[in-house]
Nanobody, 122 residues
Framework: QVQLIESGGGLVQAGGSLRLSCVAS????????MGWFRQAPGKEREFVAA????????LYVNSVKGRFTISRDDAKTTVSLQMNSLKPEDTAVYYC???????????????WGQGTQVTVSS
């Protein structure tokens, strides 16, 4: 099993920045992809970004390209999401996810965190 703990959410004004982090523990050696999803009130969970273990290959949803950057530490157990130029429509609960397979934009990840709230005020 793999456990994921997110941190870094909060309240920020539009145009501001936040950095989310997710620490993995347990069978971390089995993990390839780590990523972020978000779910706004009344909406379905949406893919945001993902990164591979080897090579750092990344995927982003179009709406965050150029504003968000996903990264992974050398130990491959922490994934971060740097969010710049935040917009009110970025408001959501952000979830960390991990999977033994490669990065993908679907929600077919085996492991999920509890989520952290990000609120962007206008």
């Amino acid at each position: 099993q793999v456990q994921l703990i997110e941190s870094g959410g909060g309240l920020v004004q539009a145009g501001g920045s936040l950095r989310l982090s997710c620490v993995a523990s347990g069978r971390t050696w089995s993990i390839d992809a780590m990523g972020w999803f978000r779910q706004a009130p009344g909406k379905e969970r949406e893919f945001v970004a993902a990164i591979s273990r080897i090579g750092g290959n990344t995927l982003y949803v179009n709406s965050v390209k150029g504003r968000f950057t996903i990264s992974r530490d050398d130990a491959k157990t922490t994934v971060s999401l740097q969010m710049n130029s935040l917009k009110p429509e970025d408001t959501a609960v952000y979830y960390c996810a991990a999977d033994p397979g490669p990065p993908k934009a679907t929600d077919r990840y085996d492991y999920w965190g509890q989520g952290t709230q990000v609120t962007v005020s206008s």
